[in-house]
Structures are given as C-alpha cells and as structure tokens.
C-alpha cells in the first residue's frame, strides 16, 4: 500500500490512455516518521486503470493538482501530509463496500475510538486490498 499513498496528481494521465505511474512508495522508519522512496526495486511501474473511472479519478486529480500543485498527494492524511495505513483502512473499507464487493469482515461504526473513547471509525474488512487490484489488472 505504500505505493499507493505516494501517488502524486502528476503521476495519473489520461490521454492518449489512462495510465499510472508508481514512481515512489511510503517509507516509515523505527520512529515511524514516513518519507517517499523509489519503489520496489528501484524500477517505475506503470499500468492502466479502467475507463469506468476515468471522469471520477479526473474531478479528484483537478481537485489534488488545484490545491497543491502537480506533487501533490492524491490520498494525503486527513491533515495533509503521508497518509498511515490506519488512516486508509477505513476508507477502503467504506469503498469496497460501496461497490459491492465481499467483505471478510462486515462495514460498521465502532464505537470507543479517539479522546476518551467518545469517538467512532468505520471498521470492516475487505476481500481485496488495493494489492490485490495489481494483480487483477495485470491479468
């Protein structure tokens, strides 16, 4: 998944074809400080994502370059910045579930998160994870 939260507004075309590059990957040290690096290998991938979502991945990539520039994080932390893995979680299990796909574990609201446990998040578990879509696409 580190490949995907270091994915920049510059690294998404759509003409001639709609394509992305994976150019960096999250790196988080012992004290847990994240920094972008070259990804596995040291060598740039690209594929393709699928028409079905062009126009949508379109809107947040204009949004993203608007508001940072062409460097700018495509999936930040909700304060800016590298998001961490526990912050993406929830998104993609909000995600999966909307496009109907099966969950491992099923979406709900936990309670007892945060600042004296008077919180909630949106817990559940998806089939696939954002790796597993390389695979598919690769197919």
Not at 64 to 79: I, K, V
Request: overall charge positive; glycine content about 10%.
């Amino acid at each position: 998944m580190g490949w995907l939260t270091a994915l920049q507004a510059d690294d998404i075309e759509f003409t001639p074809a709609r394509v992305v590059h994976v150019r960096r990957a999250v790196e988080r040290g012992p004290s847990g400080a994240a920094a972008l690096k070259p990804p596995k290998n040291g060598k740039v991938r690209t594929t393709i994502f699928p028409r079905s979502l062009a126009n949508e991945m379109r809107v947040h990539v204009d949004d993203a370059r608007a508001a940072g520039g062409p460097q700018a994080l495509l999936f930040p932390a909700a304060r800016g910045g590298i998001a961490r893995r526990s912050e993406f979680q929830p998104i993609w299990a909000r995600a999966a579930d909307a496009a109907g796909w099966p969950m491992k574990r099923p979406l709900r609201r936990s309670a007892g998160y945060g600042e004296k446990g008077k919180g909630w998040r949106w817990t559940g578990a998806a089939r696939w994870q954002p790796h597993d879509l390389r695979h598919v696409a690769a197919c």
